[in-house]
């Protein structure tokens, strides 16, 4: 349980400082910063539509480039 705890930790501190990358790289804020933790802000269900069309484009490349079979 401990190791778990720990990993989820770790996990959630990488999550933190990717978003917060990402967040300077593009200047926008995807979540409220309280304390250490996050809050959405609402941005996201505004970008969902958009996002999920990209990421549903992008599938076909993302197979190819690794080799994958559709499932």
Do not use: S
Request: aromatic content about 8%; charged content about 30%; overall charge positive.
């Amino acid at each position: 349980m401990q190791f778990y705890l720990l990993e989820h930790r770790v996990r959630g501190r990488i999550a933190n400082r990717t978003t917060k990358k990402f967040e300077q790289k593009f200047n926008v804020q995807l979540f409220e910063r309280i304390g250490k933790r996050l809050q959405r802000n609402g941005l996201d269900h505004r970008i969902q539509p958009e996002a999920e069309a990209l990421l549903e484009k992008a599938q076909p490349l993302d197979q190819k480039l690794f080799n994958k079979t559709q499932t």
